[in-house]
């Protein structure tokens, strides 16, 4: 919900930022159907009000053009991304009712679980973006990160699950 435009590299196919809750640089390799969603998300904001503050932030609502995901006044969260994914939880469920409700985290934690499988600790550390996967704490100013291995983690992945994204009609047409 606080991707910012500018992370997203559609020529490299990929996010290159920092993780706001911790600071710490991400990097993630974009599937083909995200880079598909994104490009109509830019598409769908031309039509958006345009508010100073929200002029670099992805996702926006419908209505007013405020950002899906903020900081209240009082210092909590705004997440209409999690409110977005239990409206879905809904409607599926509304057809498969035995469905399990998974929670909006659970994506998180299944891709760092996915990435461990398909290739080590150490990318599933830089997927959730918890920092450096070391004790030394400055060994990034004489390394370069490994984000190439964790780029193949995640286009393996997505091989492994790109038949469930496919659908019957346009991904992004209203019904």
């Given amino acids: 919900g606080n991707l ?22 991400t990097r993630h390799h974009l599937w083909p159907e995200t ?3 994104l490009e109509w998300e830019l598409r769908r904001r ?9 002029k670099d932030i992805f996702f926006l609502t419908e209505k007013g053009g405020d ?9 909590n969260y705004k997440n209409g991304i999690n409110k977005r994914w239990n409206d879905l939880m809904q409607r ?6 035995d469905f399990h409700r998974y929670s909006f985290g659970k994506l998180r934690k299944t891709a760092a679980i996915r990435v461990i499988e398909l290739a080590d600790a150490e990318a599933a550390s830089m997927i959730l973006a918890h920092g450096i ?6 060994l990034a100013a004489y390394v370069n990160i490994p984000w190439q291995k ?4 995640q286009k393996a992945y997505g091989e ?15 019904p």
């Fill in 4 to 25: 910012r435009i500018p992370y997203v590299k559609f020529d490299t196919q990929e996010i290159d930022g920092i993780r706001f809750k911790t600071g710490n640089d």
């Fill in 35 to 37: 880079i598909e969603a």
């Fill in 46 to 54: 031309e039509k958006l009000p345009k508010i100073a503050s929200s």
């Fill in 67 to 75: 950002p899906l995901w903020s900081r209240t006044k009082t210092g």
């Fill in 92 to 97: 599926v469920r509304r057809d498969h009712p």
């Fill in 133 to 138: 996967p070391s004790e030394d704490k400055i």
């Fill in 150 to 153: 964790l780029y193949a983690a």
């Fill in 160 to 174: 492994t699950i790109r038949p469930l994204l496919k659908t019957s009609s346009p991904p992004f047409e209203q």
